[in-house]
C-alpha cells in the first residue's frame, strides 16, 4: 500500500439500516486490525446532531483513527439556497439560509475538534442550486475557514457536481480565498464531468490536492441521473490503472478515502468491502 487507504462510514451506515453508526464502527476496527485499511473517514450525518456525545463516545472506543470528517452536505446546500435567494433580492431569506449554514459548520467544526480531528471535507455548494450562483458560495469561504481555524480544523473543498460551470473552473476561482486550506478531488465526480486527468494534471489545483475519494461512475459525461447507485472500482468506466499510474507521475502523496457503499436490506457485504480495499491497496 503505497498511500493511506481509509474507508468512509458512509460506505457501512446509511437509512438501509437505520443509520447503524455501531455497526460500521466494528466493521471499519476489523478491517484495521487486518492491516486492510488504515482507518476512518467519518460521515457526518443529520441524524447525529441530537446525540453527538454518543457518536464521540462510539468513534473513540472504537479504536479507529479518524484523521478526516466529512462535512454535512446540508452546508453547501445551504449556502447555494443563499445565493439563489440573494440574486433574487430575497435578503431576509438569504440571510437565514446562510446564518443555518454557518451554525450547522460551527456544529461540524465543534465536533472534529472534540475528536482531535485535523481536516474536514466540506461541499461549498450544492443541491438544485448548485453552482449557479458560485461566487456567493466562495465568498463565504474565509469565514467558514476562521470558523473552523477556531477549532483546530483546515478546511478541504471538494470537487462536487456542477450544473451551471465545472468543478476544476470553480476550484480554479477559490483558490484566492482558500488561505491554509487544501483540495480533495473525488473520482465519481471527476469522471462525470470528463476533468480526472485534467485535474490531477492542472498546474494551480494539482498541488493543493491532499485528498481523493474514492469510487465508480457508469455514465457519460454530465449523466447526472448516473451519479446513484454509487458503484465499487471495476464497475463503472474509470481505468483504475491508469488513474493510478497517473498518482504515481504527478508524484501524489496524500491519502485516499473509499466512499463505495456495501450496505443493503441483508446487511453489509464486507467479501466486497474487502476485495475493493485489496484491490486499491495493492495499485494505490
Known amino acids: ?9 458512509g460506505c457501512l451506515s446509511g ?63 445551504l449556502l447555494s439556497d443563499a445565493g439563489t435567494f440573494d440574486s433574487a433580492g430575497k435578503s ?46 466562495i465568498a463565504a469561504l474565509p469565514h467558514l475557514s476562521r470558523i473552523a481555524g477556531e477549532h483546530g480544523v483546515r478546511l478541504l473543498v471538494e470537487n462536487v457536481p456542477s450544473s451551471k460551470s465545472d468543478p476544476l473552473s470553480n476550484w480554479k476561482k477559490l483558490l484566492p480565498d482558500l488561505g491554509n486550506g487544501g483540495l480533495i478531488f473525488d473520482t465519481r465526480f471527476g469522471q462525470l464531468h470528463d476533468q480526472i486527468r485534467e485535474t490531477l494534471t492542472d498546474p494551480e489545483a494539482a498541488p493543493r490536492i491532499e485528498h481523493i475519494h474514492v469510487s465508480d461512475f457508469g455514465g457519460g459525461t454530465r449523466d447526472f441521473s448516473a451519479l446513484r447507485p454509487i458503484l465499487h472500482p471495476g464497475e463503472g468506466t474509470i481505468d483504475f490503472y491508469a488513474f493510478a499510474d497517473l498518482l504515481d507521475r504527478t508524484d501524489y502523496r496524500g491519502a485516499v478515502t473509499l466512499e463505495s457503499p456495501v450496505m443493503g436490506e441483508d446487511g453489509w457485504n464486507t467479501d466486497k468491502l474487502k476485495n475493493t480495499l485489496r484491490f486499491l491497496g495493492t495499485i494505490l
Open 92 to 137: 431576509d431569506d438569504a440571510l437565514r439560509a446562510r446564518d443555518e449554514a454557518f451554525r450547522l459548520f460551527r456544529l461540524n467544526c465543534a465536533f472534529a475538534e472534540e475528536l482531535s480531528i485535523p481536516r474536514m471535507v466540506i461541499h461549498l455548494w450544492g443541491g438544485y442550486a448548485s453552482d449557479r450562483f458560485v461566487e456567493y458560495n
Open 1 to 9: 500500500m503505497k498511500r493511506p487507504l481509509y474507508v468512509s462510514t
Open 15 to 77: 437509512r438501509v439500516n437505520g443509520y447503524d453508526l455501531a455497526g460500521s464502527l466494528r466493521i471499519v476496527a476489523s478491517l484495521f486490525g487486518d492491516g486492510l485499511c488504515r482507518g476512518l473517514e467519518l460521515m457526518m450525518l443529520g441524524t447525529y446532531y441530537d446525540r453527538l456525545d454518543e457518536v464521540v463516545s462510539l468513534v473513540r472506543t472504537s479504536g479507529v483513527p479518524a484523521p478526516v470528517l466529512h462535512c454535512e452536505k446540508d452546508v453547501g446546500t
